[in-house]
């Protein structure tokens, strides 16, 4: 079993950035696709990035140019440095992961695809 927990969440002014980690509890081939996803009040769970095996990256189109994801093995750590940050961008955040078979095509986007998640870390921007 893996877990997965979410620090760097807080509340910051409309343009700011902050950075979000995702602390797993092991690296294994049973997490080799790692994603973000957000979750604002009344609206469905939506997908942010993914880093898919050794290092293929797929952002989503909002969030495309200001967010960056990154991974660092050495400490089983994934990252989400989120930059010019926007009323829209105010949700509570989540870490996944799966294998990576089930990342494969588009499936890195679906959340039913992620079979570990961490608790998740509000982010809420003001205007």
């Known amino acids: 079993q893996v877990q997965l927990v979410e620090s760097g969440g807080g509340s910051v002014q409309a343009g700011g950035s902050l950075r979000l980690s995702c602390a797993a509890s092991?690296?294994?081939?049973?997490?080799?696709?790692m994603g973000w996803f957000r979750q604002a009040p009344g609206k469905e769970r939506e997908w942010v990035a993914s880093?898919?095996?050794?290092?293929?990256?797929r952002y989503a189109d909002s969030v495309k140019d200001r967010f960056t994801i990154s991974k660092d093995y050495a400490k089983n750590t994934l990252y989400l440095q989120m930059n010019s940050l926007n009323a829209d961008d105010t949700a509570m955040y989540y870490c996944a992961a799966t294998d990576f078979k089930w990342c494969i095509g588009d499936g890195y986007r679906n959340p039913e695809k992620y079979n570990y998640w961490g608790q998740g870390t509000q982010v809420t921007v003001s205007s």
């Open positions: 880093i898919i095996g050794g290092g293929s990256i």
């Open positions: 092991k690296l294994t081939y049973s997490i080799s696709c």
